[in-house]
Nanobody
């Protein structure tokens, strides 16, 4: 089985920085695109940033100049570094993988559009 574990959320002062991590555990064969989404109460869930297995990145306009997404394929981990955080960044941040292939014993399985539980980020003004 595969498990996505997010960490790094919590209280952050406006103007400060945060670093989120999401690690996939299990007998992983390959993970394609990984991404971070966020959702504030009463708002739609939206993309923050994504990164392909080859390292190509995409950012939402609202975070582009102050955010970096990166990944470590050997650790099956994706990171989100966000600087100069604003109260508007307050949300639950979710890790997402487009596709993960993994072994259970000798059998290969796959999950598409797979989500973590989310981690709360609160930016104080």
């Amino acid at each position: 089985q595969v498990r996505l574990v997010e960490s790094g959320g919590g209280l952050v002062q406006a103007g400060g920085s945060l670093r989120l991590s999401c690690s996939a555990s299990g007998s992983i064969r390959v993970i394609n695109t990984m991404a971070w989404y966020r959702q504030a109460p009463g708002k739609q869930r939206g993309l923050v940033a994504s990164i392909t297995s080859g390292g190509a990145t995409n950012y939402a306009d609202s975070v582009k100049d102050r955010t970096t997404i990166s990944r470590d394929n050997h650790k099956n981990t994706v990171y989100l570094q966000m600087n100069s955080v604003k109260p508007e960044d307050t949300a639950v941040y979710y890790c997402n993988v487009d596709r993960v292939e993994y072994y259970v014993g000798t059998i290969l399985y796959a999950k598409n559009d797979y989500w973590g539980q989310g981690t709360q980020v609160t930016v104080s003004s």
